[in-house]
């Protein structure tokens, strides 16, 4: 059964910083590329970044320069390290695996003016 529980959510001052950490279980994790989505209230879905098996990273236009994704095998995590921080960057953020075939349950980020 694949889990992905996600964890460093919270809120912050526009300007501030927060890592947010997804573990992976029931996954051969190094395998798969891992990914990061975002939703804010009344607005769809949205990429956020991706980070395949090999280390190769993707980032959406809004977030490019401020965000950087990661990874620890070992560990079956992926994270997402968020740096000055907008209040447009508000919305619950989920982590998912191979291109959305498993999402999990999301944390919610709130980044005040």
């Known amino acids: 059964q694949v889990q992905l529980v996600e964890s460093g959510g919270g809120l912050v001052q526009a300007g501030g910083s927060l890592r947010l950490s997804c573990a992976a279980s029931g996954i051969i994790f190094s395998l798969d590329t891992m990914g990061w989505y975002r939703q804010a209230p009344g607005k769809q879905r949205e990429f956020v970044a991706s980070?395949?098996?090999?280390?190769?990273?993707r980032y959406s236009d809004s977030v490019k320069g401020r965000f950087t994704i990661s990874r620890d095998n070992a560990k079956k995590t992926v994270y997402l390290q968020m740096n000055s921080l907008k209040p447009e960057d508000t919305a619950v953020y989920y982590c998912?695996?191979?291109?959305?075939?498993?999402w999990g349950q999301g944390t919610q980020v709130t980044v005040s003016s």
């Open positions: 980070i395949t098996s090999g280390g190769s990273t």
């Open positions: 998912t695996v191979g291109g959305g075939s498993y």
